[in-house]
Structures are given as structure tokens and as C-alpha cells.
């Protein structure tokens, strides 16, 4: 079966059991061998705020995984310092297996969406992508691909600067998408999006794990998360305090709130 047809199919385990049948597909192998996300001992200070402290986890291909903690726990630090934008106090962050900064073709191997994605005002959101894919040598056919991937298409000559939220958010995925990457690392994707966009996301987040890539997504939307996470790693003030698979059934609402207390 095209693996594509299984996401837009609503999984028949959603609302309970995170793992029926689909959840259960194997990823292709080269695929599980590659992309891996792992982090050891990670520690960041900022003066006198501890904001991450010696954390050590991995994620896995082939799965979705929820990065969760409070306010202020450390996920965007950790995050940033996976991507190489904040420089780790202690500890290492790689993604398969190396830094970030010594990936040979970043934009093919780790896409991400982080808070407050900037975008020119003045660029249309075709403009921008082809900004970004000639500079990182990607097909020409790629910018239609990804707009049409996350529904931009009518809007790709349109400057950015009149986007509204959602849109932006759309548009900080395309820029993710761009170069077909391995790994996927997204912090809060669904905000601004519509509940038809939410919906959307779910699915394809989903097809992307079942592709054998990896992907990673931080979020306070528990119940949305549920949906389609495999795996859960809840950080609190800069420390791990849960990490494990979701099994069938568990409330990951009441987990987090006792894990987090
Ligand atoms: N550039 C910075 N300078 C100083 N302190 C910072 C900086 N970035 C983060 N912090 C602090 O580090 C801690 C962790 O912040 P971080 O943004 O990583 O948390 P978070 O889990 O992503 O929170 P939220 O869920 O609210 O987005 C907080 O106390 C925050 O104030």
C-alpha cells in the first residue's frame, strides 16, 4: 500500500490506543539506520538560570515524538542547541550522529519550525522559498511541491507581510519541507493554524513518521499531541522527568501532570 494513503485515512486508533495497526508499519530500513536525534548530558546556563541541566535522550525514526514540559522547562533551549543556534554550556547535541554545525547538507537533513519564525514582509512566499532553495541547490520543482504540500498555493504570490498567523505557520513548514528532510523538529506547529489545519498537521505528521523519518515536536496541546505521538519525553526546570513510549490507553494528561507537580 502507498504509505501516503495511509495518513490521510484517519488512524483507527485515535481516540484511545496511540498503537494499532498503522502505528505498527515498519519503517524502511535505510531510513531507521540514519536519522537519529541524541542528546547527552545537555546542560545551558544563562547567568544564573539553569535553563537546561544534564539532559540525555534520543529519538528515534520512524516515530513521532512529544517533547513536553511547563513554561519555562527548557524545550526551546534544547531544541535550539539541537540546531546549533545556542551553544550548550555542557554536553553534546548531534543529529545522525553529528553536530548540527558539521552537517555536510543541513536543509536535506533537519527541517524545523521554532517560535517566532521571521519572514521579509516584503517577500512573496514563493519569493522567499526560492531564496532559500537556490541557495541549498534543491530541484525548482520543489517550491511548488512544498506549497502545495501545506495548502499555500494560492497564496504564493501574496507578500508575506499580509499573512495572518496560520499562514505564517504554513509558511515556516514549507521552508522546513524544502529539502525533504530526514528529521523533522517543530516547536508548537499547530498555533495559529485552523482546526482544519490542525487536522491536517496530525496527518501528515504522522505520514512523515511512518516514512521512516524522525520527527520531534514540541507542544502544550496534550490532547492533540495524544493523537499521533508514539514516544514522550516531559522535561521539567531543565531535567527529564518522563521518557518512555505512550502505551494504549494512558492518559498522557494525567502523566504530565504528575510528572510535571
Ligand atoms: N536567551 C536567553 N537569555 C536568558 N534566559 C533565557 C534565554 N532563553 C531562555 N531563557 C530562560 O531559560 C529557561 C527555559 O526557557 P525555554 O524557552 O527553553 O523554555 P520552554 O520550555 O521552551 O518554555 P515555553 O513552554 O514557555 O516556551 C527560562 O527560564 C527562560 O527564561
Same mark, same amino acid.
Given at each position: ?24 508499519? +515498519? ?12 542528546? #547527552? ?5 544563562? @547567568? +544564573? $538560570? ?9 529519538? &528515534?525514526?520512524?516515530? $513521532? #515524538? ?10 526551546? #533551549? ?12 555542557? @554536553? ?15 536543509? #536535506?537533513? $533537519? @527541517?524545523?519550525?521554532? &517560535? ?15 531564496? =532559500? ?5 534543491? *530541484? ?20 508575506? @507581510? ?19 528532510? *530526514? ?14 489545519? $490542525? ?5 501528515? =505528521? ?6 521512516? +523519518?524522525?520527527? =520531534? ?29 505512550? *502505551? ?9 501532570? &504528575?510528572?510535571?507537580?
Amino acid at each position: 500500500m502507498d504509505p501516503w494513503v495511509e495518513i490521510v485515512l484517519p488512524r483507527p486508533d485515535i481516540g484511545g490506543s496511540v498503537h494499532g495497526p498503522v502505528n505498527r508499519a +515498519r519503517p524502511p530500513r535505510h531510513r531507521r539506520s540514519m536519522s537519529v536525534i541524541t542528546v #547527552t548530558r545537555l546542560g545551558k546556563s544563562f @547567568g +544564573r $538560570v539553569r535553563a537546561v541541566d544534564d539532559l540525555s535522550f534520543s529519538v &528515534e525514526p520512524g516515530a $513521532v #515524538t512529544a517533547f513536553l514540559g511547563p513554561n519555562g522547562a527548557g524545550k526551546t #533551549t534544547t531544541l535550539r542547541m539541537i540546531l546549533g543556534l545556542v551553544t550548550p554550556t555542557s @554536553g553534546s547535541a548531534t543529529v545522525g550522529g553529528r553536530p548540527y554545525r558539521d552537517l555536510t547538507d543541513p536543509l #536535506t537533513a $533537519v @527541517g524545523a519550525v521554532l &517560535e517566532a519564525a521571521a519572514f521579509h514582509p516584503g517577500l512573496t512566499a514563493r519569493t522567499h522559498l526560492e531564496i =532559500l532553495r537556490t541557495a541549498a541547490g534543491l *530541484a525548482p520543482e520543489r517550491v511548488d511541491h512544498v506549497l502545495d504540500q501545506v495548502d499555500l498555493t494560492g497564496a504564493a504570490d501574496r507578500r508575506v @507581510g499580509g499573512f495572518s498567523l496560520g499562514m505564517r505557520q504554513r509558511l515556516a513548514l514549507a521552508t522546513a519541507l524544502l529539502g525533504d528532510p *530526514a528529521v523533522l523538529i517543530l516547536d508548537e506547529p499547530a498555533n495559529g493554524l485552523d482546526p482544519a489545519g $490542525v487536522h491536517w498537521l496530525r496527518g501528515f =505528521l504522522r505520514a512523515y513518521a511512518l516514512q521512516g +523519518r524522525t520527527v =520531534l515536536v514540541s507542544t502544550h496541546a496534550l490532547a492533540e499531541i495524544r493523537q499521533i505521538a508514539d514516544h514522550v519525553i516531559i522535561i521539567s526546570g531543565g531535567r527529564m522527568v518522563f521518557t518512555g513510549p505512550l *502505551a494504549a490507553g494512558s492518559d498522557l494528561e494525567e502523566l504530565y501532570l &504528575e510528572v510535571t507537580r
